[in-house]
């Protein structure tokens, strides 16, 4: 469902598009060669009358060198949603980026209206304009990191701790972490404080969502948009495992919101308590099962875009 528009917070690039783009590719990408991989990219990007430098990235201490804000150069990162979600928790300000999708998901660039295939992203980077959107604070035991898509707790989270994989895309991996989760699934009781004001939630599943997608292609807060401001919690009470399967579909469906036994509402922040019943995922991350403070920090990241819309 499209998202409300904010013109005001989407502005034209002054001037000419940037004459120079760094491409930083991430090797680890499960795309990363789909569709002639970053020569291609970088070919479209000259045409487009950009002087291009290709940065072949392995490791996030090689992206830190280049995440830094300089006047007339735009970093366009090459890969899936795990690029970015490892972008935006380097020290120091954020630059403006372009996304071109790499990966299996590309939730972050669906939600954003950026072409998936590499001409049309790039065409984007060059000629869109950039606009603020929100990412999440989150602080735990293990430290602080900062989401982009949201967070899991419940039966997805136990299934991507048990994920072990190079990147998101492994089928095998992931249907035998799903597999293993299942078996030792029960639903949990969660506490969460929002303005010093506990309640318990049962839930088999929660989502606290920067954007409607997370995950493989589950439009699980079909109506959050990140540029509001707010996080959209959704919880889903699951009697047993026996109803994960039918969950599971509905959630790629994007129907679950009118079925028994779901709740959404919004909220700027709250903490999460598991009581050590789940893990706290945000994005990818293990956050540990230990309480976790979530905040909204609106407008922290500006990305290159050719409309100001969520699809």
Known sequence: MPAQQH?????????????????????????????????????????LGARVEVVLTHSVDEMARLWRPEPGRL??????????????NLPGPAPEVALIPAGGANNVA?????????????RVAM?????????????????????????????????????????SSDVPAAIAAGAAALVHFHPLDVRLVEHGDPRVVHIGQLFVANMPCYGTHLRVAPHADPRDGLLDVVALD??????????????????????????????????????????????????????????????????????????
């Open 238 to 311: 699951i009697p047993g495992r026996r109803a994960i399967p039918a969950m599971l579909v509905r959630l790629r469906r994007g129907t679950h919101l009118a079925h028994r036994g779901v709740r959404e509402w919004r909220a700027a922040g709250m903490r999460i308590e598991t009581r050590g019943r789940s893990p706290v995922r945000a994005d990818a991350e293990d956050l540990g099962s230990g309480p976790v403070d979530v905040r909204v920090l609106p407008g922290a990241l500006r990305v290159v875009v050719s409309a100001p819309r969520c699809a």
């Open 75 to 88: 970093l366009a990162l090459l890969g899936g949603d795990g690029t970015l979600h490892s972008a935006v």
């Open 127 to 167: 000629t869109g304009a950039p606009t603020a959107i929100d990412l999440i604070e989150c602080r735990s035991a293990a430290g602080r990191v900062i989401a982009v898509e949201g967070l899991s707790v419940g039966f997805l989270a136990l299934a991507r701790a048990r994920y072990h994989a190079s990147n």
């Open 7 to 47: 013109p005001d917070e989407t502005t034209t690039r002054p001037g000419a598009p940037p004459a120079e783009v760094v491409l930083v590719a991430n090797a680890n990408a499960s795309g990363i060669r789909r569709d002639g991989g970053p020569e291609r990219v970088a070919a479209e990007l000259t045409a």
């Open 110 to 122: 669906r939600c954003l209206g950026i072409p998936t295939d590499p001409a049309g992203a790039a």
